[in-house]
């Protein structure tokens, strides 16, 4: 589900960004989803600043990180697993829809 979820993240942004700003992209968007998403610090490591630990719950990379932190070190605090799997489905299915209609869009016109 998390490489589904990426592939549909990367199709989004790509289909959306002109071909001459995607240098840009990286800057505004992939740093900023990146040490917000929770991969270098666990999500519940964020219980001090409240304000961000919900707030950081729109970006999809915060289940993906979640997800694995949850199977590959188990005795590590994380997010209950059936809410990875739901948030993870409910990110797939809007970013794989959006990223479809952008490409189907580039490519038709």
Do not use: D
Request: hydrophobic letters at 55%; charged letters at 10%.
């Amino acid at each position: 589900m998390a490489s589904l979820l990426a592939g549909a993240l990367g199709l989004a942004i790509g289909a959306s960004v002109a071909p001459r700003q995607i240098g840009l992209v990286f800057s505004i968007i992939v740093v900023p989803i990146t040490f917000l998403g929770c991969v270098y610090y666990p999500w519940s490591g964020l219980k001090n600043i409240l304000w961000l630990k919900y707030a950081v719950l729109l970006n999809p990379i915060v289940y993906i990180s979640e997800g694995l932190r949850a199977a590959v070190t188990p005795e590590v605090e994380h997010m209950p697993i059936w809410g990875i799997l739901m948030a993870l489905t409910i990110f797939l299915g809007i970013l794989g829809r959006f990223g479809v209609r952008g490409f189907l869009k580039r490519v038709i016109s």
